[in-house]
């Protein structure tokens, strides 16, 4: 009999103290029907064109017989309800949001960091890819361990999600290794999910794509990144979404994509909020003292 531990699978009414609970001690977790069926099949209609064109990687980290495609906001409306899903973005703020003081003029202010958007990506796995490297997703910010978390991710499976079509390999618990504990692939699970599904975990937890040994399935995901607003997105977001779209998306969304501010004075434009340049009325009053 194994004895590793496998990935808890939650329901889909878990409550953000659930979810948190299996972050902070195994360091991800599978949350079911995390996007409803409107959603993914808004995104197959948005995106099945452009992957069935991708090209393959030509590496081992990115795959050989694997396809990716990015600038998903640019691609997709509907990847908004990714990125605002209330189990992840509740999770990553009550984790990662912490407050910090900091004197200013003789007062003591307190600042909670913002979330926002880091990468997005389409990715299938196509029959026949090998496995790829484990790997922590926040060495991408230089991110030393065991130390506070800087990102959550979330892979939410787009279609049939199985140990033998390549789901993806986690290792439960790593996100408490230091820096000098290899990870190795016979330590890792597969997060078998279900169409709809989410797996959610930390940028401190190995992980890796899994081996698609089928003839015939591949492995589709989206992946996304909440990360702390004081740090650079890991995809440009200002390249890869045009202004013009932007504009589409409510506040709340442009304001993950990167057009806002983090407390305090990270990310402003002419000593004001950046939103006014995509939202003018939502900002229209905004002076030099919102950005503290």
């Known amino acids: ?3 590793k531990k496998a990935l808890v699978t939650l329901p889909g009414s878990a409550s953000i103290d659930d979810i948190l609970e299996c972050l902070e001690r195994d360091g991800g977790c599978i949350v079911k029907n995390m996007l409803k069926q409107e959603t993914i099949d808004g995104l197959w209609a948005d995106l099945a064109d452009v992957l069935d064109v991708a090209p393959n990687g030509d590496g081992s980290f990115v795959g050989r017989k694997t396809r990716r495609i990015s600038g998903l906001f640019s691609r997709s409306l509907h990847m908004q309800e990714l ?4 189990q992840l973005y509740g999770a990553a703020e009550k984790h990662l949001c912490k407050p910090f003081k ?12 913002a979330l926002q958007m880091s990468l997005t990506q389409a990715i299938m796995i196509m029959p026949g890819e090998g496995a790829q490297p484990l790997h922590r997703d926040d060495i991408a910010h230089h991110r030393r ?5 800087s990102q959550i991710q979330v892979l939410y499976a787009l279609s049939e999600y199985t140990e033998v079509n390549g789901a993806t390999r986690v290792i439960p618990g790593s996100h408490k290794w230091d820096d000098d504990r290899a990870p190795t692939y016979e330590e890792s699970v597969p997060a078998e999910m279900n169409v709809g599904d989410g797996l959610i975990y ?3 937890t190995y992980h890796s794509g899994g081996r698609n040994t089928t003839v015939d399935k591949p492995r589709t995901a989206i992946a996304t990144t909440l990360v702390l607003g004081y740090l650079r997105q890991e995809e440009n977001q200002y390249i890869a979404v045009p202004r013009e779209r932007v504009r589409e ?3 709340r969304v442009q304001r993950l994509l990167g057009w806002s501010t983090n407390p305090p004075f990270c990310g402003w434009i002419e000593m004001r909020d950046p939103n006014y340049l995509v939202a003018p009325d939502a900002a229209l009053n905004t002076t030099a003292e919102d950005i503290l």
């Open 1 to 3: 009999m194994s004895s």
């Open 83 to 86: 990125i605002t899903q209330p």
């Open 102 to 113: 900091y004197w200013l003029d003789g007062v003591q202010h307190v600042s909670i960091p």
């Open 145 to 149: 361990h065991p130390g506070p978390d």
């Open 202 to 204: 930390l940028g401190s």
């Open 249 to 251: 998306f409510p506040e």
